[in-house]
């Protein structure tokens, strides 16, 4: 017998403002330390890639696309570092969100000695692990939740 969830939105409005409150505030971090709104989409989508959050892939790939993204990038964003589709700075936040959302375990090194994360500044560098830090509390709701992913 399956059960239903009450949705946290719902369940504690509340709390889900105050998330959603932070992540505005993230971004708007992230945009006035020279962040590209782009490159924002990117973390997003990387970050629900590696949760697995398709409420959240989908609304984030939509958005990345109204702002300009192409389906050759995306189509291959989660294997990035293969890639020489993305500048210096997207990479640096694609390795700020692997970092962020694998803080546990070891890493395929992101920090802050490594190329990747020496193409931003040190501001855009902690605002970056905000914007992650936010997403991946969001895909916790949204998976948790069940939020309907319907075509």
């Not at 398709?54 to 300009?68: E, P, Q, S």
């Not at 291959?76 to 589709?85: I, N, P, Q």
């Not at 190329?115 to 692990?129: F, K, N």
Request: glycine share 4%; aromatic share 4%; net charge neutral.
């Amino acid at each position: 017998m399956a059960t239903t969830r009450t949705t946290l939105n719902k369940a504690a409005p509340d709390a889900y403002k105050t998330t959603i409150l932070l992540s505005e505030q993230a971004d708007a971090a992230a945009l006035d330390a020279g962040v590209a709104p782009l490159t924002l989409e990117l973390v997003r989508i990387r970050v629900s890639q590696l949760n697995g959050c398709a409420f959240c892939l989908r609304t984030h790939t939509r958005d990345a696309l109204t702002k300009g993204e192409t389906t050759d990038r995306l189509a291959v964003l989660s294997a990035w570092r293969e890639t020489g589709y993305f500048s210096p700075a997207e990479r640096a936040a694609l390795a700020i969100a692997e970092e962020i959302t694998h803080i546990g375990a070891p890493a395929h090194g992101a920090d802050d000695n490594i190329s990747d994360i020496s193409a931003v500044s040190a501001q855009q560098a902690a605002t970056l692990r905000w914007v992650a830090v936010v997403i991946n509390a969001l895909n916790r709701i949204a998976i948790s939740s069940h939020y309907p992913v319907k075509p």
